[in-house]
């Protein structure tokens, strides 16, 4: 499939780095066709093509030469909107560096999540202004690892029993599955989630905007779903995400 003519999406921008003393390399998350890795010419020039366009995590417009087996070619960008925390308090400039590296490291190369693009723009909209980060990012990422086929089941156990909100289950976490009380093992690495928590990451994740809105989530069931979401994204990364230590979340 040799396409040489010029391809336009939405993006944003997820990671860059210098290629030489006048280009970079700009990895973006597009809309229409997934993660894309491209070379911007002329983007380290100050009066360069692509204006501010391409700061980490702006979201802009953009038209490229897509290759394939090498780095597409960025031809144009154009600015959509800056991500610009308010108060330019750190904790939110962390939380967007955060949803960058999730984006960076778990999706694939042309693989295309038009949902997933669109939440992430709200999200970065979100976390910029909203008071309490705590509730747009743990939405984020349960969007994320359902787009990418991570999300464990959360309704049942392994052997199938339905999940009672009174037990106490563990998560193990290398399988992505929960154990009931007569499933779990001693020597498996695993956490404890209670069965309420775990109806509450059900209604947050039934995509029924007015009720998950209207959810208020305690500090002891943040904390379980933070165990829960740190340690599957962990393991779908492979290595603790970088951008977690530096985040207040809890
Ligand atoms: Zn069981």
């Given amino acids: 499939m040799a396409s040489s003519h010029a391809e336009k999406s939405d993006a944003i921008v997820i990671r860059q780095a210098d290629f030489s003393e006048t280009s970079k390399v700009v990895t973006l998350f597009t809309r229409e066709f997934g993660k894309l890795s491209t070379l911007a010419k002329g983007a380290k020039r100050l009066k360069g093509p692509f204006e501010g366009a391409l700061d980490l995590l702006a979201h802009c417009r953009v038209v490229f030469l897509p290759k394939h087996e090498a780095l597409s070619l960025l031809t144009e960008a154009q600015l959509v909107t800056r991500f610009r925390p308010a108060d330019h308090n750190l904790n939110r400039v962390y939380a967007g560096y955060y949803i960058a590296e999730l984006l960076d490291g778990l999706m694939s190369e042309r693989d295309e999540h ?137």
């Fill in 114 to 250: 038009v949902p997933l693009f669109d939440r992430s723009i709200h999200t970065l909209d979100l976390i910029s202004h909203q008071p309490d980060l705590r509730k747009p990012l743990v939405l984020y990422e349960l969007a994320l690892l359902e787009q990418i086929g991570l999300l464990p089941i959360l309704d049942q156990c392994q052997c199938g029993t339905p999940i009672q909100p009174q037990t106490t289950y563990t998560f193990w976490v290398s399988q992505g599955v929960l154990l009931c009380p007569q499933c779990r093992q001693p020597d498996i690495p695993s956490r404890d989630i209670s069965g309420g928590t775990l109806a509450l990451l059900r209604m947050l994740t039934s995509g029924q905007d007015k009720l998950i809105d209207n959810l208020k989530i305690t500090d002891h069931q943040y904390k379980e779903i933070r165990s829960f979401l740190n340690s599957s994204i962990s393991a779908a990364l492979d290595r603790k995400p970088r951008m977690l230590s530096m985040l207040n979340v809890f």
